[in-house]
């Protein structure tokens, strides 16, 4: 029945054109099947375009691809550009540094100066050509000198199996994070903060910001890996500070080096990831 009356429409359409064939200028030199299918897809064209208009709205709004503020249905989590800060105001930057028992005035002196300022972009520059595009970003070095990239919060099971398998362990390696090649400066214990065993076969280089709330998650993770490996497993911290969605980040990063002139960078930075609500919730005048 379609079809009859499309082939119905189809022939009344080729005698219309046949009679008006002088007086239709461009369409005069086509023949009528050809303007027959020009007007179909012009007529599928606009409808198209007026579904588009009717949809676009939910689109915009977040009906039909999701809000874009929520987390990711993977486990694996960083901070990026999507990521809204918080400017509110909580635990004081100047409480912590008294409570882990610095010399206050010393270390006011020093975050006040911004005295590693360049220590802290010189991380985060080596951090982003090594291919880190949020945080945390954890480059596990192996015995043989080969890299694994960790590109996120992963859970402690992930980063079990890529040190087990580094380390010989009989280990299902398929879902794990592959070996790549990754160039970043070797560890020096006399210049940057260490925790594990200077002689630890493996070493974890992990690029952090201190208001970064996955960033406060994996803190956790690493800890527990270098209580799992006391002796094969030695962690590194470098800054990376997203100053777009933590203003407040670079100045704590600066703070923790500033603690650890006094010895203090670990008791320091562990105690503002214990307090701190993440997303520029810390307080960090100093009075």
Request: with cysteine; glycine share 10%; aromatic share 8%.
């Amino acid at each position: 029945m379609v079809s009859y009356g499309l082939h119905s429409l189809y022939s009344s359409y080729s005698v219309l054109m046949e009679e008006t064939k002088s007086k239709s200028g461009i369409l005069g030199l086509m023949s009528p099947g050809q303007v027959f299918a020009l007007g179909l897809g012009g007529g599928i064209m606009v409808l198209c375009t007026l579904g588009f208009l009717i949809l676009l709205p939910s689109v915009l709004k977040g009906g039909l691809l999701g809000n874009s503020n929520n987390r990711p249905s993977s486990d694996i989590d960083t901070v990026d550009s999507n990521q809204v800060g918080n400017a509110g105001s909580g635990p004081k930057l100047s409480d912590v540094a008294k409570a882990v028992g610095l010399d206050y005035e010393k270390f006011k002196s020093c975050v006040s100066a911004q005295k590693y300022a360049s220590k802290i972009s010189a991380d985060e520059t080596e951090a982003q050509a090594a291919g880190a595009q949020g945080t945390p970003y954890t480059v596990i070095i192996g015995p043989k000198g080969e890299t694994v990239p960790i590109k996120g919060a992963y859970p402690f099971a992930v980063l079990d199996g890529v040190i087990k398998n580094m380390l010989g362990q009989k280990v299902d390696a398929a879902n794990l994070p592959p070996v790549e090649k990754v160039k970043i400066r070797a560890a020096d214990g006399s210049k940057e903060p260490i925790r594990g065993k200077a002689s630890a076969k493996i070493t974890l280089v992990e690029y952090s910001d201190l208001e970064c709330p996955f960033c406060k998650q994996f803190h956790k993770t690493m800890e527990q890996v270098i209580q799992a490996y006391p002796n094969d497993v030695k962690w590194v911290y470098r800054h990376m500070p997203l100053d777009s969605l933590h203003s407040k980040a670079r100045t704590e990063a600066n703070a923790t080096e500033c603690a650890g002139e006094q010895g203090k960078f670990w008791e320091f930075t562990d105690s503002i990831f214990k307090v701190t609500p993440s997303n520029d919730g810390m307080d960090i005048t100093l009075s």
